[in-house]
T-cell receptor
Framework: GQQLNQSPQSMFIQEGEDVSMNCTSSSIFNTWLWYKQDPGEGPVLLIALYKAGELTSNGRLTAQFGITRKDSFLNISASIPSDVGIYFCAGRGAQKLVFGQGTRLTINP | ETGVTQSPTHLIKTRGQQVTLRCSSQSGHNTVSWYQQALGQGPQFIFQYYREEENGRGNFPPRFSGLQFPNYSSELNVNALELDDSALYLC???????????????FGPGTRLLVL
């Protein structure tokens, strides 16, 4: 079945550092989404990507949709403590979203 | 805040029991999807409801069933609970029907189910 692979699984960084994570798929998706999930909460949409090659920013977050439509990356610049959480990529298929396993971001003060 | 609400927030059941989880979709959204998120994993699609009918289902057994009501709210029912059903159950609403692919999905806070 469809599966997304996220890397890295976890990251430990210093406050102020830039972060980069990516997501690859064995299948083509027409839409890629990036969500952040805090403990005890549901995923919150950060960025949606609709076109191959598209580069989209949302504040300090930047995401790109790969040309092959099988991958995407998310960058966070100048990390701050509230960036801590689990970041999920998701590909939009028929009727459903297919999620990666998540990247857990921890920030050392 | 997405405007998607779920109840209850937490629930403890024993093996073999039945459970009903509830979701109210965001205003203007007519499609509700349910996901199961096991600890340390990404959400897994259970099924989707549009116009009060199931419209797409993931790899979950028939003891997982649902309903959608005329006001677009939804229920997830799980019969004969098993220990592995312990998870966070997420509801997501969107504004597009599934035939064109699910629109951007906005998630509720989830219901944490523990099966003992």
């Amino acid at each position: 079945g469809q599966q997304l692979n996220q890397s890295p699984q976890s990251m430990f960084i210093q406050e102020g550092e830039d972060v980069s994570m990516n997501c690859t798929s064995s299948s083509i998706f027409n839409t890629w989404l990036w969500y952040k999930q805090d403990p005890g909460e549901g995923p919150v949409l950060l960025i949606a990507l609709y076109k191959a090659g598209e580069l989209t920013s949302n504040g300090r977050l930047t995401a790109q949709f790969g040309i092959t439509r099988k991958d995407s990356f998310l960058n966070i610049s100048a990390s701050i403590p509230s960036d801590v959480g689990i970041y999920f990529c998701a590909g939009r298929g028929a009727q459903k979203l297919v999620f990666g396993q998540g990247t857990r971001l921890t920030i050392n003060p | 805040e997405t405007g998607v609400t779920q109840s209850p927030t937490h629930l403890i059941k024993t093996r073999g029991q039945q459970v009903t989880l509830r979701c109210s979709s965001q205003s203007g959204h007519n499609t509700v999807s349910w996901y199961q998120q096991a600890l340390g994993q990404g959400p897994q699609f259970i099924f989707q409801y549009y116009r009060e009918e199931e419209n797409g289902r993931g790899n979950f057994p028939p003891r997982f069933s649902g309903l959608q009501f005329p006001n677009y709210s939804s229920e997830l029912n799980v019969n004969a609970l098993e220990l592995d059903d312990s998870a966070l159950y997420l509801c997501a609403s969107s504004s597009r029907p599934t035939s064109g692919g699910p629109g951007t999905q906005y998630f509720g806070p989830g219901t944490r189910l523990l099966v003992l």
